[in-house]
């Protein structure tokens, strides 16, 4: 997926690029979480040393796919080791432990008022719901009675309710209502939930996984440029039948853009692909950072940062004709959600707003959005499956060139430092499976693909309403408030016109005038026209993207 949206992107030829340099030695050691999580693009710009050893700008002209090189034409092009650890076979490890860890849950806003709203961090199920004080409350996601799910439960009087049986909880879990209780005894201390912390940051709520350690409020991610004077972004989320870890890979993969999502918008063209240059500027317990662009004119315009546990950030300056600094950010929120499956919380942004999008609704953005994530689906569904199968480390399975997978390789061995403290992991040189089978999900292709997607909307064949990650309404629209009301007002105005049409052409039918004829046969025309414009919008927030090729 792009780093920055096109529509974020100036286009006009008055605008320079100024980037300054990379972050100094002082930040490229540090090792401390808290110093590591501000996200300060501005010093990392302010304080840029190019270090050569750290420079992997590739040099490789790869002609064919099937040329094959060995030795030393092989170091050439891919990604060696990157540290002396690496090259001495030794393994770094660093201390972590993943429910030590803030995750996204939501954006704030789309989180329900009257209902509890299931969620999932790694194998763990909560349950999510605002009380009866507008706090957010977390628990675990069953009820200490007998297992029932409390996010198909309902609120009461801003408490949680199971419908198994009407236990209700509040506050710190606490259950106070249990209706099958004698009137004379008092609910028993052991009849309560587990607890979650979560927080609310820059319109997106985060949960702190371990109920016995006290929430480490210094690891919320904070993002400068978010923050900054006249930020706007468009926020969007996305539920994927892949994991995070091949989704933050997609994201932090700025090759593929050309390729996968040619003309998708202005700036993804397939006959622009070329190799890319990256340097690596920092390498923490926590993740890395570095500068990429274009090989060829050296440029190295965009800054990328990955944290733990899941955040990824890629950042621009543009600086205008009159001087001013117009910053640009592209910010990945990946939350684990089991084996096989992910939820992306995505903010594109800038501190300039172009006249013509303001000419777009949020919803067109939001489909643009699921677009581009259907281009890559059936790619990235068959990645998890394989690297299930194969059962060993990506480094015997990917072949990680210098001048596009650089990012992924980084990636990966930081996944070898810190995925002994993750429920399991796919390392560069490790690997620990899951425990519970994953569940692999495709992209429907050709024609069966067009009528999963399409007949009926929401569903597959024959499912109406049965959840389906394949399928956009599920992935997106139920997840966003926005594009829900959208959906639900286009479906009202398409029936409230389609009777109007049926009503205008009966009395074109019994009136006995031409003129009156005539005009209520315009009129219903011009209905019509309404109602496939609603149809139109509808298909456009519901049904997926499938390749021309793929169409049968």
Known sequence: MAMVNSFLLPTKSHLALHVSSPPSKTTLLSTNPSSNFNFNFNKALSSRRRKQSWHVAATADIKAASTLLDGEE??????????EHERNG???????????????????????????????????????????????????????????????????????????????????????????????????????????????????????????TPPNLSKIPWFENLARPGFQDILTTHELPYDHSILLENLMDPAHVPISHDRTDPTAKREEAQPLGFEVTERTDRGFAGWWGREKDGSKLNFLRFEAPCV???????????????????VFLCRPTGQGKSMLIARFGATIRFPLTNLFPEWYFHQNASKVFEQDM??????????????????????????????????????????????YHFGHSTISLPKEPAVVEHAP????????????????????????????????????????????????????????????????????????????????????????????????????????????
């Open 74 to 83: 092989d170091q050439k092009v891919l990604v060696g080791p990157s540290s």
């Open 90 to 212: 030794e393994r770094e490890v660093a201390d972590y432990d993943w429910t030590q860890e803030w995750y996204p849950l939501y954006l704030t806003k789309d989180v329900p008022h009257d209902a509890p709203l299931g969620l999932r961090v790694y194998d763990k199920s909560i349950v999510l719901f605002r009380d009866g004080n507008h706090q957010f409350q977390c628990y675990e996601d069953r009820c200490p009675h007998r297992l029932a799910k409390l996010s198909e439960g309902q609120l009461i009087d801003g408490r949680l309710e199971c419908l198994y049986h009407g236990w209700q909880f509040e506050g710190e879990g606490t259950c106070v209502k249990i209706p099958q209780l004698p009137v004379d005894a008092k609910v028993p201390k052991s009849a309560c939930v587990k607890t979650y912390k979560v927080r609310d940051s820059q319109g997106v709520l985060w949960v702190w996984m371990s109920p016995k």
């Open 312 to 330: 990824l950030q890629n950042n621009r300056e543009i600086i205008g004709k009159n001087g001013e600094v117009n910053h640009f950010s592209s």
């Open 378 to 423: 059936g790619f990235l569904s068959s990645q998890n499956e394989i690297l299930l199968k194969e059962k060993v480390p990506t480094k015997e399975l990917y072949l990680n060139l210098k001048s596009s997978d650089t990012w992924v390789a980084e990636y990966r061995k930081w996944m070898d430092k810190v995925g002994h403290g993750m429920p």
């Open 445 to 552: 292709a050709g024609l069966v693909a067009g009528q999963s997607a399409s007949s009926p909307a929401k569903g597959g064949i024959g499912t109406m309403h049965a959840p389906n990650l394949a399928n956009r309404y599920f992935r997106h629209v139920i997840h966003c408030k926005g594009c829900s009301t959208a959906v639900k007002a286009f479906q009202t105005w398409k029936n409230v016109l389609s009777a109007v049409v049926v009503a205008l052409a009966a009395l074109a039918i019994l009136v006995s005038g031409r003129q009156w004829k005539v005009l209520l046969l315009a009129s219903a025309s011009l209905c019509s026209v309404g109602v496939y414009a609603c149809s139109t919008a509808i298909a456009m927030n519901t049904t997926n993207f499938i390749r021309v090729h793929r169409r049968l």
